[in-house]
């Protein structure tokens, strides 16, 4: 059963009708495929062809019109909010364009957050998030807060935060959409190496060509529907300097050890008592909000 191809994500039939007024917008029309597990699949599209909303749809942030979306074998759209905040927590992960980051807490607070509703203990989620922020090059870095960081940092941290708790599924929305190609590339290897290392399966939104080229699988979308789905040579998609990248990003993790600021470490007690109610998902500002008060508070205490 292990070894044998799983349909981790099936999409049947999915529609997603917008009304504005007398008009309808069929964001996501009719659209059926299925991603393999440990595949990095891409939904490669202009702006307005329907991709987030599709994304949307598949972690449960939105709610179909008509069809199936069965992820792990089980019908996410049948889920009310509670199963599906659990669903996620616990086989899910998210990398967001604008990074969403809560700006009151360190690099390494962001990161144990998704660990917290995972109900992981203080000291195994400081440890959990500090291996995870030296993985992605940013073991010098802990304790900064984001507006400290370049945007390739913050996003580094973004990526340790989807990545910190292993889910099965990263789903990630232009993660690499505010930065320049560089750094964007650097970020693309960083997902693709911890996604293969551990066998996650990755759903990639872009509208960049280039960058779909990082992906097993790409799925071209155009005016809601599927144009057409590219099945990739594994071993060619992958980026010529990818070794290089690599090696540097682990040598880059070596030197962070060594240098990593113990004493400067955070003092916010995150608890998981007061906060098992929320959705790691920031989808919902306000709960963000509530979440980074809480904090607050606990911080001024
Ligand atoms: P993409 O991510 O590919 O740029 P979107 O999924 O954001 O595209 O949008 C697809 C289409 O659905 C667009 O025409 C957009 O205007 C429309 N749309 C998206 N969200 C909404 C909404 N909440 N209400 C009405 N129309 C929407
Ligand atoms: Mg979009």
């Known amino acids: 059963m292990e070894n044998q191809i799983e349909k ?9 009708v917008y009304r504005m007024g007398s008009e309808k917008i069929y964001a996501v029309d009719d659209v059926s495929f299925e991603i393999l597990k440990g595949e990095f699949c891409c939904l490669l599209g202009t702006s307005g062809s329907g991709k987030s909303t599709l994304l949307n749809l598949m972690a449960g942030i939105e709610k179909i019109s008509s069809g199936q979306i069965i992820i792990k074998g ?9 199963s599906l905040a659990r669903f996620r927590q616990r086989y899910l992960g998210f990398v967001f364009q604008s990074y969403n980051l809560m700006s009151s807490m360190t690099a390494l607070e962001n990161v144990e957050f998704p660990l917290v509703f995972k109900r992981v203990r203080a000291r195994k989620r400081k440890q959990l998030a500090k291996d995870m922020l030296i ?13 400290e960081m370049s945007g390739g940092q913050q996003q580094r941290v973004g990526i340790a935060r ?13 993660p690499t959409g505010n930065l320049d190609t560089k750094t964007a590339m650097e970020v693309m290897n960083l997902i693709k190496g911890i996604a293969k290392e551990y066998n996650q399966t990755i759903v990639m939104v872009t509208h960049d060509p280039r960058l779909a080229n990082f992906a097993d699988r790409i799925i071209h979308i155009l005016d809601g529907k599927i144009q057409s789905i590219e099945t990739r040579d594994t071993k060619k998609a992958m980026d010529v300097n990818e070794e290089t990248a690599i090696a540097e990003t682990n040598l880059e993790s070596a030197n962070d050890v060594a240098n990593a600021d113990e004493s400067n470490e955070s003092k916010a007690k995150i608890e998981p008592e007061t906060l098992t109610t929320a959705d790691p998902l920031n ?13 607050d508070s606990l911080k001024s205490d």
């Open 162 to 174: 989807a990545f910190v708790a292993k889910p099965e599924i990263v789903f990630a929305d232009e």
């Open 283 to 295: 989808v919902d500002n306000s709960e963000v909000k509530l979440v980074e008060n809480a904090t």
């Open 135 to 147: 993985k992605v090059g940013l073991g010098s870095r802990m304790s900064h807060k984001p507006k």
């Open 74 to 82: 089980k019908k996410i759209h049948k889920m009310n909010e509670n």
């Open 8 to 16: 981790v994500i099936e999409i049947k039939n999915v529609k997603k």
